[in-house]
């Protein structure tokens, strides 16, 4: 039974490179989430796919940020020119169905830290 | 907007005890659905309950219960005769309903630790 990966699990960039994040979501879940975790806080809503298609984006993704899930099946998140204040866990989850009638599964995060 | 409040930040029980941790809500959505997550040390974010506004009966499962109150706009969590493994950060989350949306608002999580 394989649950939602993300890889990579670990990065440390320096501020100003790109980074990119890759999850794989259980197999024939339609519906694809990003947040974003800084330490002791809850888990903030970036951005959300049904299939292929991007629906969602928060506020918080800002220009330097984008997402895509090309054969809605994967997903990538890229980072351009990283701020320290972009250091943080990024969670990915996905969903057979509708947030309201089903529950999300999460990824064990990749955690960046930019210096 | 919409905000979830756990005042809680962290707790810290003996084995054997009943705790509870708080939640709070702010919306002004008329249908929203409240969840429970817990995040253990692995870092995975575990789905625990799912309540919808309409339902108002508190739900038990096992040493867990959820009692939701629309009047206090609170949604409660208890963990019965706690036990080391409930030791992780537990989170209460709103999902509002206008436009279709399918994000979920995260409150910051009460850390609970249960020493044997």
């Known amino acids: 039974d394989t649950g939602v990966s993300q890889d990579p699990r670990h990065k440390i960039t320096k501020r100003g490179q790109n980074v990119t994040f890759r999850c794989d979501p259980i197999s024939e879940h339609n519906r694809l989430y990003w947040y974003r975790q800084t330490l002791g806080q809850g888990p903030e809503f970036l951005t959300y796919?049904?299939?292929?298609?991007?629906?969602?984006k928060s506020r918080l993704l800002s220009d330097r940020f984008s997402a895509e899930r090309p054969k809605g099946s994967f997903s990538t998140l890229e980072i351009q020119r990283t701020e320290q204040g972009d250091s943080a866990m990024y969670l990915c989850?996905?969903?057979?169905?509708?947030?309201?009638?089903?529950?999300?599964?999460f990824g064990e995060g990749s955690r960046l830290t930019v210096l | 907007a919409q905000k979830v409040t756990q005042a809680q930040t962290e707790i810290s029980v003996v084995e054997k005890e009943d705790v509870t941790l708080d939640c709070v809500y702010e919306?002004?959505?008329?249908?929203?659905?409240l969840f429970w997550y817990k995040q253990p040390p692995s870092g995975e974010l575990v789905f625990l309950i799912r309540?919808?506004?309409?339902?108002?009966q508190n739900e038990i499962s096992g040493r867990y219960s959820w009692n939701f109150q629309k009047s206090t706009s609170s949604f409660n969590f208890t963990i019965t005769a706690s036990q080391v493994v409930d030791s992780a950060v537990y989170f209460c989350a709103l999902s509002p309903t206008q436009g279709g949306s399918e994000k979920l608002v995260f409150g910051k999580g009460t850390k609970l630790t249960v020493n044997p």
């Open positions: 309540r919808n506004s309409f339902d108002e």
């Open positions: 796919f049904q299939n292929e298609a991007q629906l969602e």
């Open positions: 989850a996905s969903s057979p169905g509708q947030l309201h009638t089903g529950e999300l599964f």
């Open positions: 919306t002004r959505d008329t249908t929203y659905y």
